[in-house]
């Protein structure tokens, strides 16, 4: 059997193979993957309003405050738990509350008002959302530190708003990348003969 024609029939092959791999090895790579987003910040204006009982003298006006919201959400894309998971903040916000409400703790820091969440494991493919309400501040920045596990940092992710397509439309998707693969696998066997001629003669080439 002619030895090229082996030759181009495994690269046809094996190439979309090796990258079809690659790509489901970068997916599922073992062990935990943290990652976070953190939503908008918004401001909100509260204004009390007092409370008057009757036959009493009118209480005095209460100044409206600022108050501000965000919410944290953390996510473990691994196939494996990540355990003592670590959330420092370089200024403690006044609430915090955790959704669902897992096994954590809250720590404050010595000086300036840090303070540390620590929540032993969370499970593969498990989310948690923290939201946090604080007065005004003057560095965005202030409000969170770090993010980290016995695996490393968090890794920080930028969301937007995506559609939820219907299955029959990720299913056609997929077809069309399977049909990509193989298109791929054509390519190869085409160019593989102009390939190894065009290779020939430039070894050949004097020099």
Known sequence: MNIQLIIQWMLSVLVPAIIIELFRRTINQRGAKLSYHLSHFTAHLVNPTPQQNPGQVAPAPVQPFWLNSVVLTLTNN????????????????NNIRLNPEVEHQIIPQAGGGRLVIKIPTIAPKETIEISYLFPAVSNWDDLLGYIRSDDGLAKKINMN???????GFNFTVL?????????????????????????????????
């Open 161 to 167: 708003l995506l559609r939820v397509f219907p299955m």
């Open 78 to 93: 691994g196939n494996a738990a990540a355990h003592n998971i670590e959330i420092s903040h370089p200024r403690a916000p």
């Open 175 to 207: 077809g069309f990348c399977l049909l990509g693969i193989i298109f791929l696998g054509v390519i190869i066997w085409w160019f593989y003969p102009p390939f190894v001629y065009f290779l020939q003669k430039l070894i050949a080439f004097p020099r």
